[in-house]
């Protein structure tokens, strides 16, 4: 019985590893296990010590497979070697926790190294947007979203991504290689059974991407998307992800103390990506996802 069982959960995890974009969306559960597909790859030392407790080679080899699959979608990951190189520009993203009274300490750490910083959940007027007044020249914020940063902004607007009301915003960024142009969202949240808000944010981030015609976009903040989530297929492409070409590992930021996925996303056409990573954010449940970009 123990091998047979082995053998049926082989099959059915490695199934669900190579065609998760096959199955349906199940009310929403879908999308969320897709948040944490490279989690299911602990199943398989699971697998083997069951096969050997039972004792049977068949249900070993079974067990080896979705091994050999997880290998083959995520082991480059692990293996990945940023490309390195020049940089002229230095970004990124942290979502601050609306009720975190260490988000300017947070910050202070996050900032001092970047040109740009995106920021959700702020409080107007809270130690966040203190700390990076003091830090970085050129700032603009709506409602719960800002950007702040080294080099001149233009063109500022606030945006609605279907959500009702602006929590997200379009800026122009004039850097000594050229102009940037900015988009910091925090998309609607994403639960099992409870996606159909957040998918509807996307669509509308996706259509705001396809009418502008900048050179250079760059898309930054809480998306609620996990990179491995079907509803990236919606950005990624056009945009390109930092983490996936220039990252060490998965880029995990969310929950802060033992990151499972990856809601925070710097996105990027027109430039190249030379390094990506993850920063502390004391205080914060999100970590901050940082890269460098060549213009």
């Known amino acids: 019985m123990l091998r047979r069982v082995v053998v049926v959960v082989s099959v059915a995890v490695a199934a669900a590893l190579a065609g998760h974009q096959l199955i349906p969306a199940l009310g929403g559960f879908t999308p969320v296990m897709e948040s944490l597909l490279p989690w299911i790859g602990?199943?398989?030392p699971l697998l083997l010590l069951?096969?050997?407790?039972?004792?049977?080679?068949?249900?070993a080899a079974a067990a080896l497979v979705p091994g050999v699959v997880w290998a083959v979608m995520f082991g480059s990951t692990l293996f990945r070697t940023p490309p390195g190189g020049p940089s002229d520009l230095a970004v990124g993203t942290v979502n601050v926790g609306v009720t975190n009274s260490a988000s300017g300490e947070a910050v202070r750490v996050i900032a001092k190294d970047l040109?740009?910083?995106?920021?959700?959940?702020?409080?107007?007027?809270?130690p966040a947007a203190r700390q990076l007044n003091k830090m970085l020249k050129h700032h603009y914020t709506v409602s719960t979203v800002g950007l702040w940063s080294r080099y001149p902004i233009s063109e500022a607007k606030p945006l609605d991504v279907g959500m009702g009301w602006p929590r997200a915003l379009r800026a122009v960024v004039t850097t000594p290689k050229g102009k940037v142009t900015v988009y910091v969202m925090h998309l609607a949240s994403a639960r099992p059974g409870h996606t159909t808000s957040r998918d509807a944010s996307l669509t509308h981030a996706r259509k705001l991407v396809d009418?502008?015609?900048?050179?250079?976009?760059?898309?930054?903040?809480d998306l609620n998307t996990a990179t491995t989530d079907r509803g990236m297929r919606g950005l990624t492409p056009?945009?390109?992800?930092?983490?996936?070409?220039?990252?060490?590992?998965?880029?995990?930021t969310w929950p802060s103390e033992f990151?499972?996925?990856?809601?925070d996303h710097i996105l990027f056409?027109?430039?190249?990506a030379t390094e990506a990573g993850v920063a502390p954010a004391t205080g914060s449940d999100h970590r901050a996802a940082i890269a460098s970009l060549r213009l």
């Open 115 to 126: 040109d740009l910083l995106a920021a959700q959940e702020l409080t107007s007027g809270g």
């Open 269 to 272: 056409k027109g430039m190249t």
């Open 259 to 263: 990151p499972i996925t990856r809601p």
């Open 42 to 44: 602990l199943t398989v």
């Open 50 to 59: 069951a096969a050997a407790l039972a004792r049977s080679p068949v249900a």
């Open 238 to 252: 056009p945009l390109t992800d930092a983490q996936t070409v220039a990252g060490d590992g998965f880029g995990f």
């Open 211 to 221: 009418a502008d015609p900048s050179k250079r976009i760059l898309l930054l903040g």
